[in-house]
Structure formats: structure tokens, C-alpha cells
């Protein structure tokens, strides 16, 4: 059963700008924080952003802030992440995920409870 699904990922120049989407299934609605990862060729998964359900607080990775924003939409179950002044550097595979326990925001991959099936992103120079 499919619960998260990305999309809005796509090739951009550099410079460009992406905003992708996460469709949160009935199921998961309840999570209480939704995170954003990225993962490249060879690297680890690494977090981008994350923002609480319940007052729409945001944590970003320090070296993102400024180019990247990630907001939700608890009325139509849908998450996003804003990226501009894309780099080549931030081709990746793009994913969503769904944290459960209340608490702090976490930028650790395991602590998040659901996972989407991820959306390409290619920077070219």
C-alpha cells in the first residue's frame, strides 16, 4: 500500500527552480512531523527539512537555508519542498518521509516511520 508519493521532480539548468510535492495517504495523516531527504549516487541519505504538523515549525540542513522551503497543506494532505538557486550539487534522488512520535524534529533517516518512493532531480551546469 503506497502512503507517501512524490512528485514534481524533473532536469533544471542551474539556477532554476523545482518544487516538489508529497502526497500523505489518509493512513499517515496524523504524522506528526514530515521530513524531506535526498540521497546521490554513492552518498549517503542525507536530511534536507523537516515541519511539524501542529504549527508548522521548519528545521532545515544549515548548508539548504535560504534556497530550500518546505511547508504543508494539512487540508488537502500534501507537503512541499521549494527549491531555488538549484546547483548541480543537489542532483539527488528526492524523498518524503513520515515521522509518528511527537517530540523534536529529527534529521536522522531512521527515525522517520514511512517513506515515499522518491523523485529524481538533475541540476545541469
Known amino acids: 500500500q503506497v502512503q507517501l508519493v512524490e512528485s514534481g521532480g524533473g532536469l533544471v539548468q542551474a539556477g532554476g527552480s523545482l518544487r516538489l510535492s508529497c502526497a500523505v495517504s489518509?493512513?499517515?495523516?496524523?504524522?506528526?512531523?514530515m521530513g524531506w531527504f535526498r540521497q546521490a549516487p554513492g552518498k549517503e541519505r542525507e536530511f534536507v527539512a523537516a515541519?511539524?504538523?501542529?504549527?508548522?515549525?521548519?528545521v532545515y540542513a544549515d548548508s539548504l537555508k535560504g534556497r530550500f522551503t518546505v511547508s504543508r497543506d494539512n487540508a488537502k494532505n500534501t507537503v512541499y519542498l521549494q527549491m531555488n538557486s538549484l546547483k548541480p550539487e543537489d542532483t539527488a534522488v528526492y524523498y518524503c518521509?513520515?515521522?509518528?512520535?511527537?517530540?523534536?524534529?529529527?534529521?536522522?533517516?531512521?527515525?522517520?516511520?514511512?517513506w515515499g518512493q522518491g523523485t529524481q532531480v538533475t541540476v545541469s551546469p
Open positions: 515541519i511539524r504538523r501542529s504549527d508548522g515549525g521548519t
Open positions: 489518509r493512513r499517515i495523516r496524523s504524522a506528526y512531523h
Open positions: 518521509a513520515a515521522d509518528l512520535a511527537v517530540g523534536v524534529v529529527h534529521s536522522t533517516p531512521s527515525e522517520y516511520d514511512y
